[in-house]
């Protein structure tokens, strides 16, 4: 995409979609989007994005520093509400719930995913950084591979494919060439279809975009979410993102996903772990 073309913050697919009403305070409307789905269901970052957008909405703070979410039915395109409460209010953070529902047969509202968050300010944070970690070394952008390189549509690809991004580096490829290394990794490019640069609320769907891990463990099919948190550390940097995904354990039928995010200045700007469940056999 030509810079001239790029969208921009607040100008994009992104911020419309994830757009909310406020009905009354505390009580928002929206109608989400097909564009995010996946295997028909509204994937869990652009679900978390929603949410951390009506937060953002309703307490004194604009930025999520942590948020987690306890996803509790499928969500489905189409018209939903969301519900805030104000937990606590302080002078460097507020604390804040909030709850999506969208309605059965018979119109009852039916919840879909919770979360409990704190927000702050982050460009108000110092600049004092102290850490042993490192990005990820994934290969130039021109050497990894997107969903529209592959020969053949890619199994469980969906309509929130064309909204991303997403370059996966080679060595994390093995499931789409039917050898999967088992080493439960995921690395990829990632940015917003449109061009649009990351801010803190897409670094919330950035941590649940890339393809799971469970894949290069060789399983296949829907990953449900059962739980994410996230921590955002700073407003990224212009330009691509890097995401690192990986998994140490599966058992019972659920695994982990660890995440980081980092940005264009090699920052880590976001990092998150979610509980999936998988299906075995």
Same mark, same amino acid.
């Given at each position: 995409?030509?810079?001239?073309?790029?969208?921009?913050?607040?100008?994009?697919?992104?911020?419309?979609?994830?757009?909310?009403?406020?009905?009354?305070?505390?009580?928002?409307?929206?109608?989400?989007?097909?564009?995010?789905?996946?295997?028909?269901?509204?994937?869990?970052?652009?679900?978390?994005?929603?949410?951390?957008?009506?937060?953002?909405?309703?307490?004194?703070?604009?930025?999520?520093?942590?948020?987690?979410?306890?996803?509790?039915?499928?969500?489905?395109?189409?018209?939903?509400?969301?519900?805030?409460?104000?937990?606590?209010?302080?002078?460097?953070?507020?604390?804040?719930?909030?709850?999506?529902?969208?309605?059965?047969?018979?119109?009852?509202?039916?919840?879909?995913?919770?979360?409990?968050?704190?927000?702050?300010?982050?460009?108000?944070?110092?600049?004092?950084?102290?850490?042993?970690?490192?990005?990820?070394?994934? !290969?130039?952008?021109?050497?990894?591979?997107?969903?529209?390189?592959? &020969? =053949? *549509?890619? #199994?469980?690809?969906?309509? /929130? @494919?064309?909204?991303?991004?997403?370059?996966?580096?080679?060595?994390?490829?093995?499931?789409?060439?039917?050898?999967?290394?088992?080493?439960?990794?995921?690395?990829?490019?990632?940015?917003?279809?449109?061009?649009?640069?990351?801010?803190?609320?897409?670094?919330?769907?950035?941590?649940?975009?890339?393809?799971?891990?469970?894949?290069?463990?060789?399983?296949?099919?829907?990953? !449900?979410?059962?739980?994410?948190?996230?921590?955002?550390?700073?407003? &990224? =940097? *212009?330009? #691509?993102?890097?995401?690192? /995904? @990986?998994?140490?354990?599966?058992?019972?039928?659920?695994?982990?996903?660890?995440?980081?995010?980092?940005?264009?200045?090699?920052?880590?700007?976001?990092?998150?772990?979610?509980?999936?469940?998988?299906?075995?056999?």
């Amino acid at each position: 995409m030509s810079q001239a073309s790029q969208a921009t913050l607040g100008n994009s697919e992104f911020d419309r979609d994830t757009t909310v009403t406020r009905r009354e305070p505390g009580v928002y409307d929206i109608d989400l989007s097909a564009g995010w789905t996946i295997i028909n269901a509204v994937n869990g970052g652009y679900l978390l994005a929603v949410l951390g957008r009506a937060l953002a909405d309703a307490l004194p703070h604009p930025d999520p520093f942590t948020i987690s979410a306890h996803y509790l039915t499928a969500s489905q395109p189409g018209p939903a509400v969301v519900r805030t409460e104000t937990i606590r209010t302080g002078r460097t953070l507020s604390t804040g719930q909030a709850s999506l529902f969208q309605y059965d047969e018979q119109g009852a509202e039916v919840e879909r995913i919770r979360v409990l968050a704190s927000y702050g300010d982050l460009g108000t944070l110092p600049d004092d950084v102290r850490t042993s970690a490192k990005p990820p070394a994934i !290969p130039p952008m021109d050497q990894c591979f997107g969903p529209q390189d592959a &020969p =053949a *549509p890619v #199994p469980g690809s969906s309509a /929130i @494919t064309d909204r991303l991004m997403l370059k996966l580096d080679p060595a994390t490829l093995g499931w789409a060439l039917g050898a999967p290394s088992g080493k439960g990794e995921m690395r990829a490019w990632f940015g917003l279809a449109d061009g649009r640069d990351a801010d803190p609320l897409s670094l919330l769907l950035a941590v649940d975009a890339l393809p799971p891990t469970a894949f290069e463990l060789g399983l296949s099919g829907w990953v !449900p979410t059962v739980e994410l948190t996230v921590h955002v550390r700073t407003r &990224p =940097a *212009p330009g #691509p993102l890097r995401v690192s /995904i @990986t998994t140490r354990n599966l058992a019972g039928g659920f695994l982990e996903e660890d995440a980081e995010v980092w940005d264009s200045a090699d920052r880590l700007v976001a990092q998150s772990r979610q509980l999936a469940r998988v299906r075995l056999g």
